[in-house]
């Protein structure tokens, strides 16, 4: 079974930084993409980012491109995203989840629908 934790949320004023980070362990990711969505309360969730584990390849939202970097960690098992000059509408909800797609995202766009695998989420508040 498939254990996701995600971290790194938190509390930040507009124009402000964060790293999140979605560990997974006793999972080989080699033939996955590895995917961040973001949820607010009371609307749709998000597709925001993801990347291909097999070549690195990444994809992001419109409304974070420029702004988010998504990486990766082989030796910890580990996607991080992080997120510079946050905006008050990117305070949401944020969860990992993976796809069972090995084929590179210059190829194709990520079907968010066929995630699984979901962490709990972390927090992330943009206010001033």
């Known amino acids: 079974q498939v254990h996701v934790v995600e971290s790194g949320g938190g509390s930040v004023q507009p124009g402000g930084s964060l790293r999140l980070s979605c560990a997974f362990s006793?999972?080989?990711?080699?033939?996955?993409?590895v995917g961040w969505f973001r949820q607010v309360p009371g609307k749709e969730r998000e597709g925001v980012s993801c990347?291909?584990?097999?070549?690195?390849?990444?994809w992001y939202a419109d409304s974070v491109k420029g702004r988010f970097t998504i990486s990766r960690d082989n030796a910890k098992n580990t996607v991080y995203l992080q997120m510079n000059n946050l905006k008050i509408e990117d305070a949401a909800d944020y969860y990992c989840?993976?796809?069972?797609?090995?084929?590179?995202?210059?190829?194709?766009?990520?079907?968010?629908?066929?995630?699984?695998?979901w962490g709990q989420g972390t927090q992330v508040t943009v206010s001033s």
């Open positions: 989840a993976t796809e069972q797609v090995a084929l590179s995202l210059k190829l194709r766009d990520p079907h968010w629908n066929d995630f699984t695998s």
């Open positions: 006793e999972f080989r990711l080699d033939y996955y993409t």
């Open positions: 990347i291909s584990w097999s070549d690195g390849s990444t």
